[in-house]
């Protein structure tokens, strides 16, 4: 189990979604594709951070066992705090998004994506 | 032994993720969503970031799914069926399967440079917690102010404009 193996998946993943994104008519499934995507990106990350070899920048002042501070090498957790973002924008994205698919279907009694063509130029 | 884990995960997930694109009935895709999501925490549990499937489970299978559920309730079309759905799909599996061809030849071109660690080191929930308020603070506060403005603004679109005329 290497890196490759985590790297193949999250990118069939993510062309699965996007698949799903140029493929689908309906608003809701798009963004079910789209947290695919999201989702794949966000294995991709934690699987680099979980890979990142130890270096000296990862040494960091942390508490033992028996609560002492002491400085030790640390795995740094940049990746996992980008996917904690990732995930967080996705909630807000899901919930504007729901409100203008909900919007839209109250407006004109459909979700599709290809009937909606007002913004068209 | 792990491996052979990693390879049922994979199975699952991947075979989740091609249920929610090309599911005939919305709900199913829903459902397969869930599927897909919670394996993305298994793979998470694997890597050593327990937190963060955790995070995984509540947000998006708490969260994310319920909306999207509520948001297929309220948007009822007859019988959850779409007909004509998938018009388009040679053009997009070429672009999907393009960009994968093109994405795994990166990668496995790549993969000596990154070596061929198979060692998963596990982030210390401490070591992240410090890192996110210390290191990463004035980004953690801007999201919490993305937060509030997309829930304000999804109250305020979504809000039926008749109903609110009334009072």
């Known amino acids: 189990m290497t890196l490759l193996h985590f790297e193949i998946v999250g990118a069939a993943l993510f062309c699965l979604g996007l698949y799903g994104v140029l493929s689908r008519r ?7 594709s789209i947290e695919v995507m999201l989702n794949a990106v966000n294995l991709n990350l934690v699987a680099f951070a979980a890979f990142r070899p130890y270096g000296q920048s990862n040494l960091m002042q942390t508490s033992n066992t028996a609560g002492e501070t002491v400085l030790a090498f640390v795995q740094a957790p940049d990746g996992l705090i980008i996917t904690i973002f990732v995930i967080t924008i996705a909630a807000a994205e899901i919930a504007l998004a729901m409100a203008i698919i909900l919007r839209l279907f109250r407006s004109r009694g459909s979700v599709h994506v290809d009937e909606i063509s007002e913004m068209r130029g | 032994m792990s491996l052979l884990v990693f390879y049922i995960i994979s199975a699952i997930a991947l075979a989740a993720a091609t249920g929610v694109v090309v599911s005939r009935n919305v709900v199913h895709s829903a459902i397969f969503l869930l599927i897909t999501l919670g394996s993305i925490a298994a793979f998470f549990v694997v890597l050593h970031s327990e937190f963060l499937a955790l995070v995984q489970i509540l947000i998006y299978g708490g969260a994310v799914v319920i909306v999207i559920l509520f948001a297929l309730m309220l948007t009822r079309q007859g019988e959850f069926q779409e007909t004509a759905e998938h018009a388009r799909w040679p053009g997009a599996a070429f672009v999907s399967s393009a960009l994968f061809i093109l ?61 609110s005329d009334q009072s």
């Open chain 1, 26 to 32: 309906s608003g809701v499934i798009i963004l079910m």
């Open chain 2, 103 to 163: 994405l795994v030849s990166v990668f496995v071109a790549d993969a000596p440079k990154f070596g061929s660690a198979s060692e998963i080191n596990g982030v210390r929930i401490e070591v992240l917690a410090k890192t996110l308020f210390e290191d990463w603070a004035v980004p953690f506060e801007v999201a919490s102010i993305v937060l509030l403005v997309a829930l304000i603004g999804a109250i305020l679109i979504a809000r039926n404009e008749r109903e």
